[in-house]
């Protein structure tokens, strides 16, 4: 038995928020509350540790990962992204299909949950493709994916460009009880841009995408929701242009979800170095009056979730100019302690409205059974320490790629463990690390 003592508990899904322990035992949480002892087992052993000062969440649920298995596994593979997983505190992801060959077929599917269990950190599950090898015109067969284990369908990487295809697409994934997540993108819109079109775009001398390419087809989505009664979530929302489509979605009663990237609230376009292809990513950093907009959203509940859309590239791709180089950041290693440091600590987001966003929400919406401490749940939990400093540093990640903007910041707020089905699979202060 595992018995973590006086931690700070916050587990949205019971309303719970203060000290407490609690105890876990054959891979699920047992009690928790404030004087467990007297309801634990008689006689039993149990591996104490005292959390005075620290936190303790729920595992993560990401639900936006990019892990590049299969083809191309020089920028990560399943078992490189389950490791930086767990040391950033995630302790379930999906994960996206546009890997070489598309995750588009059924053994495809089972190959990556099949080598997701094998690698055995964070529970990984695969999102397949809404169309064939995301070609845009042909749909997959959805009922077989998720068959195969997948829990939602998506063609990330870029927007369905066709409606009637996108219509398609919601009315039939209604029989598999899935959402669609759509990465809303209209292309030519979007023309041949590398950051977000505005003054930052201008005085660069890049070629700006307006906020209308995300815009125009998060409203079309929406409203393709409300037409088909169909799942939709929409990935990485960077417009109040897509704010106002969701606004008005969600007014309606449709089955509407979104989420939002950390990248997206603590960055903006005026950030952009010219030199510095680690802060290009699609959608582009924000306008400041987006980013607040955005911020504002999360905290009231409009933008359901969190996820890191963690998009790993070598660094040779990355070595490339601005407009060359690809549209990616990592995420799972910073993520929560970049929200930590630029949002908690400041006071701009709550630690249980982080936690509802990052973890409950996200399990809830793709029907994962994570995102809760509640007696009977798998412990997948995160022992946090608000004040743990580290400088971001390509040298103490295990990401194969560290192309994230926040190289060289020091952050505060780190997990220091994390167990998956009540075993340690990373522990901080451990050498070598766990
Ligand atoms: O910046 C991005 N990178 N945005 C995407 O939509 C795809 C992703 C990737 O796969 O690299
Ligand atoms: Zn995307």
Same mark, same amino acid.
């Given at each position: 038995?595992?018995?973590?003592?006086?931690?700070?508990?916050?587990? =949205?899904?019971?309303?719970?928020?203060?000290?407490?322990?609690? @105890?876990?035992?054959?891979?699920?949480?047992?009690?928790?509350?404030?004087?467990?002892?007297?309801?634990?087992?008689?006689?039993?052993?149990?591996?104490?540790?005292?959390?005075?000062?620290?936190?303790?969440?729920?595992?993560?649920?990401?639900?936006?990962?990019?892990?590049?298995?299969?083809?191309?596994?020089?920028?990560?593979?399943?078992?490189? %992204?389950?490791?930086?997983?767990? /040391?950033?505190?995630?302790?379930?992801?999906?994960?996206?299909?546009?890997?070489?060959?598309?995750?588009?077929?059924?053994?495809?599917?089972?190959?990556?949950?099949?080598?997701?269990?094998?690698?055995?950190?964070?529970?990984? $599950?695969?999102?397949?493709?809404? &169309?064939?090898?995301?070609?845009?015109?042909?749909?997959?067969?959805?009922?077989?994916? +998720?068959?195969?284990?997948? +829990?939602?369908?998506?063609?990330?990487?870029?927007?369905?460009?066709?409606?009637?295809?996108?219509?398609?697409?919601?009315?039939?994934?209604?029989? &598999?009880?899935?959402?669609?997540?759509?990465?809303?993108?209209?292309?030519?819109?979007?023309?041949? %841009?590398?950051?977000?079109?505005?003054?930052?775009?201008?005085?660069?001398?890049?070629?700006?995408?307006?906020?209308?390419?995300?815009?125009?087809?998060?409203?079309?989505?929406?409203?393709?929701?409300?037409?088909? %009664?169909?799942?939709?979530?929409?990935?990485?929302?960077?417009?109040?242009?897509?704010?106002?489509?969701?606004?008005?979605? +969600?007014?309606?009663?449709?089955?509407?979800?979104?989420?939002?990237?950390?990248?997206?609230?603590? !960055?903006?376009?005026?950030?952009?170095? !010219? &030199?510095?292809?680690? *802060?290009?990513?699609?959608?582009?950093?924000?306008?400041?009056?987006? /980013?607040?907009?955005?911020?504002?959203?999360?905290?009231?509940? !409009?933008?359901?979730?969190?996820?890191?859309?963690?998009?790993?590239?070598?660094?040779?791709?990355?070595?490339?100019? *601005?407009?060359?180089? =690809?549209?990616?950041?990592?995420?799972?290693?910073?993520?929560?302690?970049?929200?930590?440091? $630029?949002?908690? /600590?400041?006071?701009?987001?709550? @630690?249980?409205?982080?936690?509802?966003? $990052?973890?409950?929400?996200? @399990?809830?919406?793709?029907?994962?059974?994570?995102?809760?401490? +509640?007696?009977? @749940?798998?412990?997948?939990?995160?022992?946090?320490?608000?004040?743990?400093?580290? &400088?971001?540093?390509?040298d103490n990640m295990a990401s194969k790629s560290a192309n994230t903007p926040f190289l060289g910041r020091r952050l505060?707020?780190?997990?220091?463990?994390?167990?998956?089905?009540?075993?340690?699979?990373?522990?901080? !202060?451990?050498?070598?690390?766990?």
């Open positions: 038995m595992l018995w973590l003592k006086n931690a700070r508990v916050i587990d =949205p899904a019971q309303g719970v928020a203060g000290i407490m322990d609690l @105890a876990a035992r054959d891979g699920r949480v047992l009690s928790v509350g404030r004087d467990i002892a007297a309801g634990l087992p008689d006689g039993e052993t149990a591996e104490v540790i005292d959390c005075a000062g620290k936190y303790l969440f729920p595992g993560l649920v990401d639900v936006h990962v990019h892990l590049r298995e299969p083809g191309q596994e020089e920028k990560e593979d399943i078992t490189s %992204g389950s490791r930086a997983a767990v /040391r950033g505190g995630v302790t379930s992801l999906l994960c996206m299909a546009n890997t070489e060959p598309v995750i588009d077929n059924q053994a495809l599917t089972a190959l990556v949950a099949d080598r997701g269990r094998r690698a055995a950190l964070a529970r990984i $599950y695969p999102l397949a493709a809404v &169309t064939k090898g995301m070609a845009g015109a042909e749909l997959t067969e959805m009922a077989e994916l +998720k068959a195969s284990g997948a +829990k939602g369908f998506s063609d990330d990487g870029r927007g369905v460009q066709n409606g009637e295809i996108m219509r398609l697409a919601l009315e039939y994934a209604k029989l &598999t009880g899935c959402p669609i997540v759509s990465h809303c993108e209209d292309a030519a819109l979007a023309g041949g %841009g590398v950051m977000r079109r505005g003054r930052a775009s201008a005085a660069r001398g890049l070629i700006g995408i307006p906020g209308a390419a995300e815009s125009v087809m998060a409203a079309r989505d929406v409203l393709l929701a409300g037409e088909t %009664g169909g799942r939709l979530h929409l990935a990485h929302v960077s417009t109040q242009g897509t704010l106002a489509a969701l606004r008005a979605g +969600k007014a309606a009663g449709w089955d509407i979800t979104a989420e939002v990237n950390p990248h997206h609230l603590i !960055l903006t376009d005026e950030d952009v170095p !010219l &030199t510095n292809s680690n *802060f290009k990513v699609n959608p582009p950093l924000p306008t400041a009056e987006d /980013r607040d907009a955005l911020l504002a959203a999360l905290a009231d509940g !409009l933008i359901d979730m969190l996820a890191s859309d963690h998009a790993p590239h070598t660094w040779e791709e990355k070595a490339r100019p *601005f407009a060359e180089a =690809p549209f990616g950041m990592t995420a799972l290693e910073t993520a929560l302690a970049a929200v930590w440091t $630029y949002l908690v /600590r400041p006071g701009k987001l709550t @630690a249980a409205r982080l936690i509802d966003a $990052y973890s409950r929400r996200p @399990a809830e919406r793709f029907g994962l059974e994570a995102g809760t401490l +509640k007696p009977g @749940a798998p412990a997948d939990m995160i022992l946090f320490d608000p004040d743990w400093e580290e &400088t971001v540093s390509a505060r707020g780190y997990p220091i463990k994390t167990w998956v089905g009540g075993r340690l699979v990373f522990d901080r !202060l451990a050498q070598p690390p766990v």
